[in-house]
């Protein structure tokens, strides 16, 4: 996943591996921006205050790596999107007038599609999720 113009986050690259990915660190180093970036590509709500002071925009970029069999794959290519040598390409703009944009398989698509593959890609928990 790469960040640009998110938050504290000027340019960042972020891997994560298939199963369990524990992101922690100080305080200000980032984390809740790399949530909310994960957040973004999965269909989550955009909202043009995180975009960096100074930038025009903020752009979350994510290959996710899967069978072409995959439910998220048939679905994104229904939507007319197609796979990179076995990998989906997501992005999603976020424009610092408000303004959002998503992108899958080189296709725009409405956000609504980021959320519906989101259930078959991605699990996020919280340290808050059980109280």
């Known amino acids: ?3 640009r113009s998110l938050g504290v ?4 690259v972020v891997e994560l591996s298939p199963g369990f990915t ?8 980032g984390k809740t ?13 955009a909202d043009p205050a995180l975009v960096r002071i100074g930038a025009k925009a903020a752009v979350v970029e994510g290959r996710i790596v ?9 679905r994104a290519e ?5 796979l990179d040598e076995g990998a989906l390409l997501i992005s999603r703009t976020v424009s610092a007038e408000g303004r959002s ?20 890609l991605v699990a996020v928990h919280g340290q808050t999720d059980q109280q």
Do not use: C, N
């Not at 986050?9 to 960042?12: L, N, T």
């Not at 944009?101 to 078959?120: I, K, Q, T, Y």
């Open 1 to 3: 996943m790469r960040i």
């Open 9 to 12: 986050i000027d340019d960042a």
């Open 22 to 29: 524990a992101v922690t660190g100080e305080t200000g180093a």
């Open 33 to 45: 921006m790399v949530v909310t970036s994960l957040g973004l590509l999965l269909g989550g709500r």
């Open 66 to 74: 899967m069978r072409p069999d995959a439910p998220a794959a048939v």
């Open 78 to 82: 229904e939507a007319g999107a197609e």
């Open 101 to 120: 944009r998503a992108h899958v398989g080189g296709r725009s698509v409405p956000v609504g599609l980021l959320g519906e593959l989101a259930d078959d």
